[in-house]
């Protein structure tokens, strides 16, 4: 074992005696492929649970993220304990001083329960499917709707703020930090001529009413059980205040494009529209009356505004230097800003068909 291996099992050790659990006998495996906190499953003969240290350099406000989390949890808990939710609801686990995280060092840890036999997968492979994802991410903000959003932290601030985005690309055109604008000049011409589009996403913003959005609505961020059904919503680290356009537009973003969003073969990008047509039915169906017309019209929107806001996210960190997004090539987060764009593009000229599809 290396010396890198033995500094983390002994924080383990320090962090898990601060619960009241038996840790004598643990098996400590990592558990998923994410790229920002460090998970792990851990498993004693008698209990199964799942340990995060949490990235507070990417969530500084990590009592707040962990507090958010608690809130929304037994908020949902108690209406599935009303049968008014059908998903499973994995608690957050007090430490022996009440508190949701424990501080080891500079690092925040927390405790969770694991839902037994259950699993993740990372990609959409049918509209079935995607209808499942949907109708799971639907149900988890309608269940939310009486929820009072004020009582939740912002834990990024202008996290789906296109303005607030474009003026961060505008500060990286101006400054040029690497000399690389000249390399991507036509680009960033296309996404700054996008003002049409940013005042329409700007003005709908305004007349729409805020929910507790889950904010990275991915597949991997659900789990799933036997027969492939959803069985619960995790990852609530960027749960806040927000629109539905933007977690259905991070859906489609997410499952739409037969590209990964680091492919640089865009001329080869094609929208699944009949994964379209699942995840906007679908999500739809699940909020029933509890979605007004406007919100309806705007998640046609929110598809487009997704890749394009990522795009543009993209373009700024590759200017700036790939400070960011962590990078595995030269050019990377220009590949994923093309791929992105060309994803907002390819939706832009497919509207018509995805307005038909939402009827």
């Known amino acids: 074992m290396d010396n890198k291996s033995v500094s983390l099992h002994s924080d383990i050790d320090t962090v898990l005696n601060n619960y009241d659990y038996d840790f004598a006998e643990v098996e400590i495996v990592v558990l998923?492929?994410?790229h920002i906190n460090n998970t792990y499953k851990l498993t004693t003969p008698d209990c199964e649970f799942v340990l995060q240290q949490i990235n507070h350099d990417v969530f500084p406000k990590t009592a707040e993220l962990s507090s958010n989390a608690q809130k929304i949890n037994l908020h949902l808990q108690q209406q599935k304990n009303s049968g008014n939710y059908p998903l499973a609801v994995p608690q957050q686990i007090l430490n022996k001083s009440g508190e949701t995280f424990s501080k080891v060092g500079d690092n925040f840890w927390r405790l969770m329960e694991f839902i037994s036999n259950s699993y993740t997968l990372e990609e959409v492979e049918s509209p079935k499917q995607a209808a499942l994802v949907a109708n799971a991410f639907a149900e988890f903000s309608c269940t939310l709707s009486d929820f009072p959003v004020e009582e939740l932290a912002v834990i990024i601030e202008g996290f789906h703020d296109i303005s607030f985005r474009m003026r961060q690309l505008n500060e990286a055109i101006e400054i040029d930090l690497r000399g690389r604008l000249s390399g991507c000049r036509n680009l960033v011409n296309f996404c700054l001529a996008q003002q049409g589009f940013i005042d329409q996403v700007?003005?709908?913003?305004?007349?729409l009413p805020l929910h507790v959005t889950h904010n990275d609505t991915k597949i991997n961020n659900l789990l799933f059980t036997e027969g492939g059904i959803p069985c619960a919503v995790i990852d609530l680290d960027t749960c806040m205040a927000?629109?539905?356009?933007?977690?259905?537009?991070?859906?489609v973003r997410a499952c739409c494009s037969n590209l990964a969003e680091d492919d640089s073969n865009i001329d080869d990008m094609e929208i699944k529209l009949d994964i379209f047509e699942a995840l906007i039915q679908s999500y739809q169906n699940a909020f029933g009356n509890n979605i007004s017309a406007l919100e309806k019209d705007s998640l046609i929107v929110g598809a487009k505004l997704l890749p394009f806001s990522l795009g543009t996210r993209f373009l700024t960190d590759y200017l700036n230097g790939d400070s960011y997004f962590q990078?595995?090539?030269?050019?990377h987060n220009l590949d994923r800003a093309h791929n992105q764009i060309q994803l907002?593009?390819?939706?832009?000229e497919a509207e018509p068909e995805l307005v038909k599809l939402a009827k």
């Open 32 to 34: 998923g492929n994410g």
């Open 202 to 207: 700007v003005n709908i913003s305004q007349k």
């Open 242 to 251: 927000g629109l539905l356009m933007h977690d259905f537009g991070d859906m």
């Open 327 to 331: 990078v595995s090539r030269e050019k």
């Open 344 to 348: 907002f593009t390819l939706l832009c």
